[in-house]
Antibody, heavy 117, light 107 residues
């Protein structure tokens, strides 16, 4: 059973960089058969796809966030990561990681990141 | 940017059928997925490739997609189906897009 777990600081100051890691268990990221995505959800609002990364390091980002997003993968740790720069209060949200498997499945439990001074 | 529009809310009586629509330009030309999100939980995929159910998803969940509208149908709705539902599709310009979300209330 594939499981994903997000980790990282729950509080980030405005203008700084948000950094999150997703640890995958029950499957190997390096198997090369899936993309791995980040998705976020502000409180009480809908879902927004941030971007995805393949085992090779190939990435696709949401055009609305692409100037601030960087994703990377560490196959030795079975992890992939998200960096979002120059954050503002509008970036406050629950951040999810998910496997792309003809849809996003499964999802991690999500981690709340608050942008505040 | 590409947008997927859903009704904000749908109400249904237990045992009845709930239909949730998702509208987008030429949506039928792309595959649609549907997710269920119960309060305080992560989304769960309930329909992929327009009509297919992942393992473990009850048969009462079904989907269709044609023209500009995808539809999620819940037959014989149960109290446990009360949740937010989101459609999702791929657009060549904006990559993955989610719908605005629909809150299903089982009265």
């Amino acid at each position: 059973q594939v499981q994903l777990q997000e980790s990282g600081p729950g509080l980030v100051k405005p203008s700084q960089t948000l950094s999150l890691t997703c640890t995958v268990s029950g499957a190997s990221i390096s198997s090369g058969s899936h993309f791995w995505s980040w998705i976020r959800q502000p409180a009480g609002k809908g879902l927004e796809w941030i971007g995805r990364i393949y085992t090779s390091g190939s990435t696709n980002y949401n055009p609305s966030l692409s100037s601030r997003v960087t994703m990377s993968v560490d196959t030795s740790k079975n992890q992939f990561s998200l960096k979002l720069s120059s954050v503002t209060a509008a970036d406050t949200a629950v951040y999810y990681c998910a496997r792309e498997n003809q849809g996003f499945d499964p999802w991690g439990q999500g981690t709340l990141v608050t942008v505040s001074s | 940017s590409y947008e997927l529009t859903q009704p904000p809310s749908v109400s249904v009586s237990p045992g009845q059928t709930a239909s949730i629509t998702c509208s987008g330009d030429k949506l039928g030309n792309n595959y649609a997925c549907w997710y269920q999100q119960r309060p305080g939980q992560s989304p769960v995929l309930v329909i992929y490739q327009d009509t297919k159910r992942p393992s473990g998803i009850p048969e009462r969940f079904s989907g269709s997609n044609s023209g500009n509208t995808a539809t999620l149908t819940i037959s014989g709705t149960q109290a446990m189906d009360e949740a937010d539902y989101y459609c999702q599709a791929w657009d060549s310009r904006t990559s993955f897009v989610f719908g605005t979300g629909t809150k299903v209330t089982v009265l």
